[in-house]
Antibody
Framework: QVQLQEWGPGLLKPSETLSLTCDVS????????WTWVRQPPGKGLEWIGE???????NYNPSLKSRVNMSVDTSKNQVSLTLRSVTAADTAFYYC????????????WGQGILVTVSS | QAGLTQPPSVSGNLRQTATLTCTGN????????AAWLQQHQGHPPKLLSY???NRPPGISERFSASRSGNTASLIISGLQPEDEADYYC???????????FGGGTKLTVL
């Protein structure tokens, strides 16, 4: 079945760059868009952006100036970078597959907690 | 960023029916519908319903969805203790060219 697994550093200092990777398995990578969503502890979901195998991407307008996504089709990986982080970027970060024709995200990875603290 | 509007909390009695709502506008819910997600504490979200109101494989028939104009609804019948969770709606906003989420509804089963 489709599986997604996020990984990367879990602790950053303010002003550093967040870099996360999502490993995708069990599905044709090139057939979908892949998205990143974050969730501050105890709060709601926030869409970060999406990208397809060609590298075509869309970003949340509120994060666009700091976000970049990329894909490595040889490794079935999707990567996220978020520059100049602050404590407000502390959150669980999830990757998920986008089912565009059905307007849904499924499945989701387990998520990774990234904490920004000095 | 404008999102979708959900009531913060809803409660329902065991074995009864609960209805959760998600209000958007003509750029999102009215145009494309809304998908529904369930999230238990400490777990990632799980898709319950596509925007066309159909369920992904493996999702109980107790979960059904509908839409009327700008408002999408998730109806949970025969409430069970395990239905206690946070529920989120999501959709594509044409004017923002972005995916948007509701703030989430915490469902309590009494």
């Amino acid at each position: 079945q489709v599986q997604l697994q996020e990984w990367g550093p879990g602790l950053l200092k303010p002003s550093e760059t967040l870099s996360l990777t999502c490993d995708v398995s069990g599905v044709s990578f090139s057939g979908y868009y892949w998205t990143w969503v974050r969730q501050p502890p105890g709060k709601g979901l926030e869409w970060i952006g999406e990208i397809n195998y060609r590298g075509t991407s869309n970003y949340n307008p509120s994060l666009k100036s700091r976000v970049n996504m990329s894909v490595d089709t040889s490794k079935n990986q999707v990567s996220l970078t978020l520059r100049s982080v602050t404590a407000a970027d502390t959150a669980f970060y999830y990757c998920a597959r986008v089912l565009r024709s059905l307007f849904g995200f499924d499945p989701w990875g387990q998520g990774i907690l990234v904490t920004v603290s000095s | 960023q404008a999102g979708l509007t959900q009531p913060p909390s809803v409660s329902g009695n065991l074995r009864q029916t609960a209805t959760l709502t998600c209000t958007g506008n003509s750029n999102n819910v009215a145009n494309h519908g809304a998908a529904w997600l369930q999230q238990h504490q400490g777990h990632p979200p799980k898709l319950l319903s596509y925007s066309n109101n159909n369920r992904p494989p493996g999702i109980s028939e107790r979960f059904s969805a509908s839409r009327s104009g700008n408002t999408a609804s998730l109806i949970i019948s025969g409430l069970q203790p395990e239905d206690e969770a946070d529920y989120y709606c999501s959709g594509w906003d044409t004017s923002l060219s972005a995916w948007v989420f509701g703030g989430g509804t915490k469902l309590t089963v009494l």
